[in-house]
């Protein structure tokens, strides 16, 4: 058995309130192992650490729990996914710097760093292929089950994009 730890956002009706008997239903419901917020109105977010064999296993048993307690909620993202170098040093336990260093080349020769997904500033990065390139480069031990997380969080955002584009077409 691994442990997943990772954040679900889901849309919820605007109006929706995280109220006592809610907040006990989505206990009932098995989410016992999340830390639940709003973030803005109609947005609804658990931070999960779940067990279970696999991170599919987690997240879909995650997102099975939220809407069996609320059914009117609908998955929009799953994380982590999208990371800056805050984010990596975050996962990898160190410094942003030493992650600025990778990402800028300098430093130790090594593979190429993986170019960034979204050129924004800050730049955004898909996790699994920062996972990976850890793991090619064998910087640091990382669980396989990030890999599997990363793999699976990626999986399920790029559906929920694509059913996104299928509803528009």
Known sequence: MNEFQFTLSFAVPVGTLLTDALTDAFFEA????AMIGFG???CLAFDFTRAAETASAALTSAERDVVSALPSA???EAGPDLV???DMAALFGCSRQNMQKYASGSG???GAFPLPLVSTAPPLWRLLDIVRWVQREKLWDLPPSLADLA????????RLQLKKLEAVA
């Open 151 to 158: 793999a699976e969080t990626a999986r399920l955002n790029l």
């Open 40 to 42: 803005r109105p109609g």
């Open 84 to 86: 800056n170098l805050s």
């Open 108 to 110: 130790e020769k090594r």
């Open 30 to 33: 098995g989410c016992d192992d």
């Open 74 to 76: 609908v998955l929009t």
